[in-house]
Every structure is written in C-alpha cells, then in structure tokens.
C-alpha cells in the first residue's frame, strides 16, 4: 500500500514499479498459501540478497558464494515442483493429444 500512495502522478521509475509488483506478489503469496509461507519467503529472499555478497565476477575471492546461492534454490525449486507434482509425470501422452 505505502508504494501505491508514494508514486507521483506522472512518471514513475521502474524502482517503484519492481517494488509494487514485489508488494503485489507478497500479497498473493500471504492469500493464496498463508501467513506463514509468506514470511518464510521473503526472510529467506531478505536473507540471501542482503546477507550473502553475491558477484558475477568469478575471479573475486567469494565467487564460490553465488554458486552455491544458486544451486541451493534450484535445489529449493526443483524439490517444491516435485513436491507439487506428486506421483503425476511431467510430459503425458494426453498433452500431445494422443
């Protein structure tokens, strides 16, 4: 709501644009799965963006963080798809309409 208020009338920079949609992704997050799921989320996106010195300049002593930053969700994503997936298959035969 405080993004909302705060845009001017004309002209707003694409800071506060990526901010509302981040503020209108909580929102759906906190009413499509809970509270709960919602704060988890962001203290761990808060805990890995400003805790963790993430470069892409691999030739910088702490390199190896962003790696394992980006194996450690993927690994994160891969678990909940599969999670949610269950015991169905990814590519079935009805979907190529056989």
Known sequence: MWVLVSLPSSN????????????????????????????????????????TPLTLDFSRWYAWRTGVIAVLLLAIAGWGFRAVMGRRRILSAAMFGG
């Open 12 to 51: 707003p920079s694409p800071v506060q644009l990526i901010s509302l949609a981040i503020g209108a992704a909580g929102f759906v997050l906190a009413a499509r799965v809970g509270l709960l799921a919602a704060i988890v989320a962001i203290g761990l996106s808060s805990v890995l963006l400003y805790c």
